[in-house]
């Protein structure tokens, strides 16, 4: 089984129209991250987690809310979807004290497309 | 704002040549990232390097990082055609509290 998952992995819906995209993670970590990737822009940063009780914005957070429900479940809404919102999201767990690493681990992405 | 920029933005070369992509950021850093990403799927790290480090091996990997000119090279030795994908640098800040990723080098490796 993959370590970070999300839920859906596609979703077409309308402008208006609240969304909630899902990630869940069994890699045990604390920290856990929402990007958004647009063609030929890489990734930005919009909400990350540090615990369960963190929640701070990126780089990108206006129109997003997330929700960190538990250590391995991280929730990013869109309250009321626009069409600049269409983009590739991902998912990101890490724990350097856990891992040793700073390293990032992803997951397989939605596929967000607003009409 | 963007930290890293990579360059070249596309790349095409020949199975069995060098590829090599660099990453140039702004702010001084406590460790550079490189991660890898198939057509539309999760990103995959590859190596890290820490600003006190030159050089780090890892397979066909070779990374350099210069932090008096704020820049960093990743190499692949001997491309295979697997290696066509997206290659994004990542910076860490002293505050090891996020990372931030450049728009990427597409990689395409032509048998």
Request: proline share 3%; charged share 20%.
């Amino acid at each position: 089984d993959a370590d970070v998952t999300q839920t859906p992995r596609n979703r077409i819906t309308k402008t208006g129209k609240r969304i909630m995209l899902e990630c869940s993670q069994t890699k045990g970590h604390d920290r856990m991250y929402w990007y958004r990737q647009d063609p030929g822009l890489g990734l930005r940063l919009i909400y990350y987690s540090f615990d369960v009780k963190d929640i701070n914005k990126g780089e990108i957070s206006d129109g997003y809310s997330v929700s960190r429900q538990a250590q391995a479940k991280f929730s990013l809404s869109l309250e009321s979807a626009i069409p600049n919102q269409t983009a590739l999201y991902f998912c990101a767990t890490s724990d350097p004290l856990l891992s040793g690493s700073h390293e990032q681990f992803f997951g397989p992405g939605t596929r967000l497309t607003v009409l | 704002s963007q930290q890293g920029e990579e360059d070249p933005q596309a790349l095409s070369i020949q199975e069995g040549e060098n590829a090599t992509m660099n990453c140039s950021y702004k702010t001084s850093i406590n460790n550079l990232q490189w991660y890898r990403q198939n057509s539309g799927r999760g990103l995959v790290h590859l190596i890290l390097i820490r600003s006190n480090e030159r050089e780090k091996h890892s397979g066909r990997l070779r990374v350099t990082l210069d932090t008096s000119k704020k820049s960093s090279s990743l190499l692949i030795t001997a491309s295979r055609a697997a290696d066509t994908a997206s290659y994004f640098c990542a910076t860490a800040d002293g505050g090891y509290s996020t990372l931030t990723f450049g728009k990427g080098t597409m990689l395409l490796v032509s048998p």
